[in-house]
């Protein structure tokens, strides 16, 4: 079974700032996804972005970015320009290529604040 | 595009009664969606996977008799809380799987289930 860790249960950041949530995982599995997940008080899940394992180039989307390293199991997100509406719960979750009929393991999640 | 909705956004009941949670994609066929139970202050726990015509498949300590999940379309499943009682209260997510496997899931915007 996977398992995906998230070690820091709370950030806070300065609004304009940089901040770098950290998520490790365990799996045997060659070929996965990797995503960070959203969740604002309104407590919606909103997709911020998505990495095939295949593929070396870490994700970007906007003002997030990823730093993938598959061999050490770590798939990291950074958040730059903190804007307020960034103040969320965000999780990582993982995914296994084509079985399973793609169900999700999450970690427990960073509450990330961010400060005017 | 993708949108899933949720209903109802907020539910009290009384102890001992049954209560249905709807989820619908609006603008997609989804042959498989997610239920998950979300505790305060913690991650998704993925309780069931619901694919259209067929039976749910139920996560490991997750009561069948209890959750009864229904997924008689591909846009509407149903999570039915059966003779509910105080520690069944929880955020219930659900999610539907767009297209083909690998795809992210979208959620819906969560019901708030309370039961006095």
């Known amino acids: 079974a996977q398992t995906v860790t998230q070690s820091q249960p709370e950030m806070s950041v300065q609004e304009a700032e940089t901040v770098t949530l950290s998520c490790t995982y365990d799996?045997?599995?060659?070929?996965?996804?990797l995503f960070w997940y959203k969740q604002p008080p309104s407590r919606q899940m909103i997709l911020v972005i998505r990495?095939?394992?295949?593929?070396?180039q870490n994700a970007t989307e906007n003002r997030f970015s990823v730093n993938f390293q598959k061999a050490a199991k770590s798939f990291s997100l950074k958040i730059s320009d903190s804007q307020l509406g960034d103040t969320a719960m965000y999780f990582c979750?993982?995914?296994?290529?084509?079985?399973?009929?793609?169900?999700?393991?999450f970690g427990g999640g960073t509450r990330v604040l961010v400060k005017p | 595009g993708a949108v899933v909705s949720q209903h109802p956004s907020w539910v009290i009941c009384k102890s001992g009664t049954s209560v249905k949670i709807e989820c619908r994609s609006l603008d997609f066929q989804a042959t498989t969606m997610f239920w998950y139970r979300q505790f305060p202050k913690q991650s998704l726990m993925l309780m069931a996977t619901s694919n259209e015509g067929s039976k749910a498949t139920y996560e490991q300590g997750v009561e069948k008799d209890k959750f009864l999940i229904n997924h008689a379309s591909l846009t509407l499943s149903t999570l039915t809380v059966t003779s509910a009682h105080p520690e069944d209260s929880s955020f219930y997510i659900c999610s539907a799987l767009q297209g083909t496997p690998n795809q992210p899931q979208h959620f819906g915007d969560g019901t708030r289930l309370s039961i006095l």
């Open positions: 799996t045997s599995e060659n070929n996965y996804y």
């Open positions: 990495q095939e394992a295949y593929k070396q």
């Open positions: 979750a993982f995914m296994k290529h084509g079985a399973a009929g793609n169900k999700l393991t």
